[in-house]
């Protein structure tokens, strides 16, 4: 099983970016792919994340309305459309798969770098 995300960069503030995960050899039992995100200095936080079968989406408070996650079952990959971008939007982004039968997320991929500049 190997995450594979990718769009990460450096973007002005108020820009856009995509990021993407392909989650290969997943083709198991799924209960949520998510984003993450982890700043330096700052805990890890969950950004967003999407039942897989149920297609609902939930986003922290703080990207709500800026963020739009989507996925590709038949890919088994999920995107993070990320506008209206914000310097404490910086941070590594991270996907990750929450297994059916698992308590938590446990396959994370290998993280991408966003950058926001002011």
């Known amino acids: 099983v190997q995450l594979q995300a990718s769009g990460g960069g450096l973007v002005q503030a108020g820009g856009s970016m995509r990021l993407s995960c392909v989650c290969s050899?997943?083709?198991?039992?799924?209960?949520?792919m998510g984003w993450f995100r982890q700043a330096p200095g700052k805990e890890r936080e969950l950004v967003a994340q999407?039942?897989?079968?149920?297609?609902?989406?939930y986003y922290v408070d703080s990207v709500r309305g800026r963020f739009t996650m989507s996925r590709d079952i038949a890919k088994n990959a999920i995107h993070l459309q990320m506008n209206s971008l914000k310097p404490e939007d910086t941070a590594v982004y991270y996907c990750?798969?929450?297994?059916?039968?698992?308590?938590?997320?446990?396959?994370w991929g290998q993280g991408t770098l966003v950058t926001v500049s002011s």
């Open positions: 990750a798969v929450h297994r059916s039968g698992r308590s938590t997320y446990e396959l």
């Open positions: 050899g997943c083709s198991f039992s799924k209960n949520y």
């Open positions: 999407i039942g897989w079968l149920s297609g609902n989406i």
